[in-house]
């Protein structure tokens, strides 16, 4: 892994790109135009937007068969409450959320319970997980929904309910509960609510797509939000390459306290930590949470899913998925259900126009590589790029000339190359004190560098070290407390029984000292 390349979707001009990030001098420098703050570091790839924004979203036919992970989110799999040969209606509950992080699963469509098994997972592993397969019957036939006619009417926490019924998630990629993100928030006394719609990423315009077209229903679902976690401020952060979706929120939050704001065009400025700092800057402490600070960061996509779970009752089923790249015939926006093969995706879009050397699940920077295009979409499904060999641009990584271009795209502030030396002797220690922790993994320092060193498959691969040096070290302290517990229940059990020795023996000896004495008096008695 460590000696592979990273994702270069497109060329870039490296003479131009150190005197542009040359100009990002501080974290809060405040831009006079539009009371904005700058971001150190960033880079500007070509977009490739233009492959597929102008095209309205299309609604993908009715699959015949979906195939719908237990795990489409962080956190612990839903646990399946169907059978196979059950049949299902679109909407209906087909996992239950499991623990304190999770997120329930729902049928995308009605049909019958195929299987219960393990399938292919969209996951560079493609290792198969735990998955319902459900057949469609072609009816697309809805569950009873409960519809609400004035959902500002309710508490805050029924909100937060309905939300987590709904099994929504993250929609810009992360796909953390969001139910569990409002009641934290809410919690924490959050005061400001921020709404993502940067769609930095290149290629993708689900979001632009989505803004443009259901700009209304969006809006609701940020004020809904907002309501549920009694935010003061609501703030819509859109970068200014997309002007109709930035004109389309604002007629929309006319007469609402919901403000849109046009940012620069930068990546990685869909970033959580860094539309915080553009848009309020404030910035998250190293190792803690955007509620720390008291803001709270959603896609625009999760508002209107909570919109639609709010005020129709439905939950989440489908996404709008990106399908672009040089590769593709026709690129476009879909409206697909959870559980449909990938294939299906690119079939619709007219298939391949010509070699895809490459095939991603999200975006080029800081998307999956996928083989296996029988793999489903899933809930964090935004893109399904078919990449050319010349949109790659791949080329063999050479040593490092310390030039230090890759510090000044770092828009954590981070020593990328000290980092990656660090790993590469295996000190890891010496990694985290650099501030690997907080890494965003956004791949500006791979992308900028002319060595071609594959720095942020190092920094992943790393966070992967530890992850896994930190399960075994729970389960070593889950394994002492076990044994800690047995050797204190065996001391326990001990002390008791030689106290309940100690105390039939003290009875006995008192009942003999009883004898005796009487057996003393009877004999003084007859003498």
Same mark, same amino acid.
């Given at each position: ?28 420098? !405040? /831009? #006079?135009?539009? @009371?904005?703050?700058? +971001?150190? *570091?960033?880079?500007? &790839?070509?977009?490739? =937007? ?111 309910? !309905? /939300? #987590?019924?709904? @099994?929504?998630?993250? +929609?810009? *990629?992360?796909?953390? &509960?969001?139910?569990? =993100? ?112 008291? /803001? ?232």
């Amino acid at each position: 892994m460590l000696n592979s390349r990273p994702v270069r979707p497109f060329s870039l001009n490296q003479s131009k790109e150190p005197a542009v990030l040359a100009q990002r001098r501080s974290w809060f420098d !405040r /831009v #006079a135009t539009n @009371g904005l703050f700058k +971001l150190r *570091g960033g880079v500007h &790839p070509e977009g490739r =937007k233009d492959l597929s924004a102008e095209r309205d979203i299309r609604v993908l036919p009715l699959p015949k068969k979906l195939f719908v992970p237990l795990q489409q989110h962080i956190g612990a799999p839903a646990t399946p409450v169907v059978k196979v040969g059950e049949r299902v209606l679109k909407g209906q509950l087909l996992a239950a959320a499991q623990g304190a992080v999770s997120s329930s699963v729902h049928a995308p469509t009605s049909g019958v319970i195929a299987a219960l098994g393990d399938f292919p997972a969209p996951h560079p592993s493609g290792l198969p997980v735990p998955t319902i397969t459900l057949e469609s019957d072609g009816a697309d036939k809805w569950i009873a929904t409960e519809t609400v006619a004035d959902p500002f009417a309710l508490p805050p926490e029924d909100i937060a309910a !309905r /939300v #987590a019924a709904a @099994g929504i998630v993250g +929609l810009g *990629g992360a796909t953390f &509960p969001a139910a569990l =993100k409002l009641n934290l928030s809410r919690s924490s006394g959050v005061q400001t609510l921020i709404m993502n719609g940067g769609e930095c990423e290149p290629y993708l315009t689900c979001d632009d797509r989505i803004m443009r077209e259901r700009a209304a229903q969006i809006v609701e679902g940020i004020r809904l939000i907002a309501m549920a976690v009694d935010a003061q401020e609501a703030l819509v952060g859109i970068e200014d390459n997309k002007p109709e979706a930035v004109a389309a929120m604002r007629a929309a939050a006319q007469g609402t306290a919901v403000k849109v704001v046009a940012m620069p065009s930068m990546y990685p400025m869909g970033s959580e930590k860094q539309i915080i700092q553009v848009l309020t800057g404030k910035e998250i402490p190293a190792g803690g949470r955007p509620a720390d600070i008291g /803001v709270l960061v959603h896609n625009v996509a999760t508002a209107f899913a909570v919109q639609q779970a709010i005020r129709h009752g439905r939950p989440l089923v489908s996404r709008i998925v990106t399908i672009s790249g040089a590769a593709i015939r026709t690129a476009c926006n879909v409206e697909a259900l959870v559980g449909t093969p990938v294939q299906e995706l690119i079939e619709f879009a007219g298939g391949y126009a010509q070699p895809a050397a490459r095939l991603v699940l999200g975006g080029p920077m800081m998307g999956q590589q996928f083989t296996n295009t029988g793999v489903p979409v899933v809930k964090g499904t935004s893109g399904v790029l078919a990449l050319t060999a010349s949109e790659i641009g791949q080329a063999e990584a050479s040593p490092c000339i310390r030039c230090s271009t890759c510090v000044r795209a770092c828009p954590v502030g981070l020593l990328p190359l000290e980092m990656a030396s660090r790993i590469r002797a295996s000190d890891l220690a010496g990694a985290v004190a650099f501030g690997l922790k907080d890494c965003i993994a956004c791949g500006s320092c791979s992308y900028v560098c002319p060595a071609h060193i594959p720095l942020v498959h190092y920094f992943n691969y790393a966070k992967g070290d530890l992850a896994a040096q930190e399960r075994a070290r729970l389960k070593q302290e889950a394994t002492r407390k076990l044994a800690d517990a047995r050797s204190e229940r065996i001391a326990r059990i001990e002390r008791e029984r030689a106290e309940a020795a100690a105390r039939r023996k003290a009875a006995r000896e008192a009942k003999e000292r009883a004898a005796k004495e009487a057996a003393a008096k009877a004999a003084t008695e007859a003498a």
